[in-house]
């Protein structure tokens, strides 16, 4: 297995002034936020999604397989935010999702099995599966939403005037759906945000990546390639740094994010108990309005 070289810094950091370094890295940046004429009207669909559920509860439903653990039946009367392979779940049965999200570039039949048996009301995907899914009969151009994640995970390093989770442009780097799903629920004021199937297990157990869908008894271990555990870690620790810059800007905004997947490792916001909050009788807890920015 190929060992990760140690990062650094290079002999041009090191020779280029500091106050000269940060105006090239923020010149480079503005550059990558760039948005082209068309990008500019494919996402200006979603200024009218602002707000539209303020201060109402919402789940974002991840894959974890501890989602086999939860009865999912009420969340028929709840704002569903779901993605991937939530096709799979034999939910679909009782209730349909109410947003589904998917942070790929599958192949067009690919797609057409994912988003035929949901029945979502709108459906978000990267622009650059734009060409694909305009292929797929089932999906209405009306309840189609496309977004544009960049490349840069650090909402610090973000010039002044540009908002790294605004969907009319370039949002901060996601590495799923999930992410997605919980920038849009911002966007969308949405409070509080429940989590759930976000097990977020890799390290645990990096020789296997289950999924609700998947039994270990059939999963077979994944092959680890190139990456070394240390790479593992390295991309695991970015992935925790845009989760709490989500809880951050959320608590800014007057929202709250909470995490009430049954068991897992994502610490980065409040634990709840699931039961608890979809009893019958349990009232939705009422949640601070959105603040506009």
């Known amino acids: 297995m190929r060992e990760d070289r140690p990062t650094g810094r290079s002999l041009a950091e090191w020779l280029v002034p500091p106050a000269i370094a940060r105006r090239l890295r923020l010149r480079r940046l503005r550059r990558e936020l760039e948005v082209d004429a068309f990008q500019r009207r494919l996402l200006a669909r979603n200024a009218g999604l602002r707000h539209r559920h303020r201060g109402r509860r919402c789940f974002v439903i991840g894959n974890g397989p501890s989602l086999n653990e939860l009865d999912l039946a009420p969340l028929g009367r709840e704002l569903t935010f779901v993605m991937s392979r939530f096709h799979l779940n034999p939910v679909l049965g009782r209730w349909r999702p109410t947003y589904y999200f998917n942070s790929g570039a599958e192949p067009v039949e690919q797609i057409r099995r994912q988003v035929a048996p949901l029945g979502a009301r709108a459906y978000f995907f990267k622009t650059l599966a734009r060409t694909r899914v305009e292929r797929v009969p089932e999906l ?14 650090l909402f610090e390093e973000w010039p002044e005037g540009h908002d790294p989770t605004d969907p009319t442009g370039t949002l901060c780097k996601t590495t799923s759906g999930s992410q997605l799903a919980i920038l849009m629920a911002l966007w969308m004021g949405c409070s509080p945000i429940v989590l759930i199937g976000h097990d ?39 992935i925790w740094r845009t989760y709490e810059r989500l809880r951050d800007t959320a608590r800014r905004r007057g929202q709250e994010i909470v995490n009430a997947t049954r068991g897992g490792y994502l610490d980065v916001f409040p634990r709840v108990d699931y039961e608890d909050l979809v009893s019958p009788g349990t009232p939705t807890p009422a949640a601070p309005a959105a603040r506009r920015r």
């Open 140 to 153: 209405h151009p009306g309840d189609v939403y496309f977004l544009l994640p960049g490349e840069r995970y």
């Open 200 to 238: 977020h297990d890799w390290l645990a157990r990096p020789d296997r990546y289950l999924r609700f869908y998947e039994s270990p008894a059939e999963k077979a271990p994944t092959d680890p390639g190139d990456y070394s555990y240390r790479r593992r870690m390295e991309g695991t620790l970015a």
